[in-house]
């Protein structure tokens, strides 16, 4: 093993999202050598883009905040219980400008290729405004939920209205009072804008193919004196959080389902549907995410919610799902949604029934009728997960593609490290926790993980990192095992993969993407690896354990 090339940076960190903010700022504090390179105009990631109409938390703020500094903990005051995008996004502008991170951030690029360079372990990184910039490790903080997808329909850039997806909802929002909107999709995104822009258009129409379970959010203001309860209460919130599988507040009834009585797993319902956020969900019995009969009868409680709601019953019977049950997809939460379709001016098309055809110059055609619209909004989903790294041209070991590798669906060694692609960490990649619970609860803990392990490189001499190929096989069957105990992997959702607007990703593959033992489980195995010298991983280097030209360094200077 040579000794170290000189590179542009020690650590380049892609996204200035949620996990790529953290990451520079630990990289930062200890001194290394690093940039974040971001390919949006500025920090924030998903509450930088997601600008559409009622677009918010559905975490409990002060449990969504970062937990690692006690002065962002004592200065910002959340506003709403569920805080709103502009919130959120100011939320992470004042914590990196707080740190001064933005001295560490590069705007507007976009790195379209990785190429691991064998003879010298280091990264050469192609940026879109022409530059190469080499590092020896990549930190790849990609969004799960970052590219997004549109319907494969004829006619898209016919339409003579504004259109955007709800992703790219305009900076300058348009006026839309008067306006005849079209949605298409009723996913999580789509049931936040529909409650919220409902009464404030013209008119709106909801195209939706398959109706999604959704509970109510029951938002609330946070005053001072809330507030200053919530400050006092931050030790045992994050104590709580680290506790329980999802990284919320709300942990499982772990009473037994078949062991209460009906009356009293309805009287638990009947509370948990009117207390905020995702109790109704987790705060649930254990057995609706494991057995059909538990999940059945939840699924029929929240069925006839929706019937109380909703005046009509036919549009009622189309909001309800039929092929899947309550809570085996993340459940959106809603303010509003159903009551919106009893207004005159909302209306709902099952295409289903009457597919999208296509789009035309004034609106959408489906098999039975065309509709005129001003606006189109697209609410149709993302490449989730996987899709950020399928949009790089990430090369490894013998130039091996990435998205060849996991054209399947991923494979990695705990969600952080990837056989054939050394020196590449993902805090909070596919398979790891994060991406099923409160997200950065999981990227704490991800960037945390990422953070040690570097140091324990730097402080070792080593210079190349790799997960061994049957550690990543052992973790991938891991993960693909619990998904046979999850209801889950019935469902059509980007949990599993899902999304018929991607080639390979329609019905029928199911994309092991997330690691389901939950945050304490995911904790407790990535510090055990740890703890055993990162067993697992191949490590050299001058100071690596067994690497014959021995004698540790210090990396951090480099750049
Ligand atoms: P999504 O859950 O994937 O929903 C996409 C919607 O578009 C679905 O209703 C889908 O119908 C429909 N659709 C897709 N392609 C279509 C086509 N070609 N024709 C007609 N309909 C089509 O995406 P999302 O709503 O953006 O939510 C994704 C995730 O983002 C959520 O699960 C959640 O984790 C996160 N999110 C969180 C919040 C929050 O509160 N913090 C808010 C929004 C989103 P099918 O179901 O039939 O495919």
Redesign the pocket.
Known sequence: MTDKTETDFEVIVIGAGVAGIYQIKRLVDLGVSATVLEAAPDLGGTWYN?RYPG?????ESYTYGYSFSKEVLAEWNWREMFSPQPDNLEYLNFVADKFSLRDHMQFNCRVDAAVFDESANIWRLTVNDGRTLTCSFVVMALGL?SMP?Y???EGRADFKGQSFH?FDWPHDPPDLSDKRVAI?????????VIGEIADKVGDLTV????P?WSAPLNNSKITDSDMARIRARYDEIFETCARTPGGFEHEPDRRGFHEVSREERLSLWDRLYDEPGFGIWLQNFREIFTDDDANAEISDYIADRIRQRVHDPETAETLIPKDHGFGV??V??ETNYFEAYNRDNVHLVD?SKTP?ECVTETGLRTTEQDYAFDVIVY????D?ITGAYDHVDIQGVGGERLRDKWREGPSTFLGVFIHGFPNLLMPNGPQSGSASTNYPRGIEVGVDWVTDFLEHAWANGITRAEATEPAEARWTQHVTDMYSRMLMRKA???FTG????VEGHEEGSIRYFVYNGGMPKYVSVINEVAANGYEGLTLSGPGAPGDPSGGAGDRRSAG
């Not at 996913?187 to 936040?192: D, L, Y």
């Not at 609410?379 to 993302?382: E, H, I, L, N």
């Open positions: 997601n677009a918010r938390f559905d975490s939920l997808t319907p494969k329909i709800t298409i999709g009723t996913g999580a995104t789509a049931i936040q195209f939706q193919r398959r999604n997809q993340r959106p939460l295409i999208l609410a149709t989903g993302f989730a059509k959702s980007w899902y999304n018929s607007n």
